[in-house]
């Protein structure tokens, strides 16, 4: 089961818009668009944020929106504020009934 | 409203067993399928299992193959995970997590965690 590769970090200012990338190697993740996004805050469960590539679910900013292209997802956060700063990550459906996470990417607002 | 918790955590030493559960309410349980995803300390998530809504169907990920077993009891509204052979790897929190299911093959909604840890 192959990982998905996302940066360790990535840091904007307030105001900002940032981007994470998600790249991934199996045709699964490059022909499907069954890519999902998780918000982590230190000490709590992963909230989803972005299904199906680019879908929110009630109740998620619209500051938050997510993209596909080819091997690379990813989540982009317009008008970055202060309390986007925590973990994020990308979670992939890799096929034959298995599911892959990227490593996590540590979003810091300056 | 949904609620998934997670019990069964603790100190166990590596080779031995345990049983991790996680109660669901708020949901019908059998019209979903369920994931178990583990993270350790200080590390990503990483998905480990997959059980389908009637149970017929259980996949698990490579590093847990052959010594961990996902399974429910929907009469019970209840998500297990049978942990054997553990390994000091193996420390970590685990979450379960209801796969969403409009087929997107996200996780819509997570328990608090377990913490497991495995240690002489």
């Known amino acids: 089961q192959s990982a998905l590769t996302q940066p360790a970090s990535v840091s904007g200012s307030p105001g900002q818009s940032i981007t994470i990338s998600c790249t991934g190697t199996?045709?699964?993740?490059?022909?499907?668009?069954?890519v999902s996004w998780y918000q982590q805050n230190p000490g709590e469960a992963p909230k989803l944020i972005i299904y199906e590539g680019t879908k929110r679910p009630s109740g998620v900013s619209s500051r938050f929106s997510g993209s596909k292209s080819g091997n690379t997802a990813s989540l982009t956060i317009s008008g970055l504020q202060a309390e986007d700063e925590t973990d994020y990550y990308c979670c992939s459906f890799a096929g034959s009934s298995t599911w892959v996470f990227g490593g996590g990417t540590k979003l810091t607002v300056l | 409203q949904v609620q998934l918790v997670e019990s069964g955590g603790g100190v166990v030493q590596p080779g031995r067993s345990l049983r991790l559960s996680c109660a669901a309410s708020?949901?019908?349980?059998?019209?979903?399928?369920m994931h178990w995803v583990r993270q350790a300390p200080g590390k990503g998530l990483e998905w480990v299992s997959i059980?389908?809504?009637?149970?017929?169907?259980?996949y698990h990920a490579d590093s847990v193959k052959g010594r961990f077993t996902i399974s429910r009891d929907n009469s019970k509204n209840t998500l297990y995970l049978e942990m054997t052979s553990l390994r000091l790897e193996d420390t970590a929190v685990y979450y379960c997590a209801r796969e969403d299911i409009t087929n997107s093959f996200a996780f819509d909604y997570w328990g608090q965690g377990t913490l497991v840890t495995v240690s002489s």
């Open positions: 199996s045709s699964e993740f490059a022909n499907y668009n069954f």
């Open positions: 708020g949901f019908t349980l059998s019209g979903y399928a």
């Open positions: 059980i389908s809504d009637d149970g017929s169907n259980k």
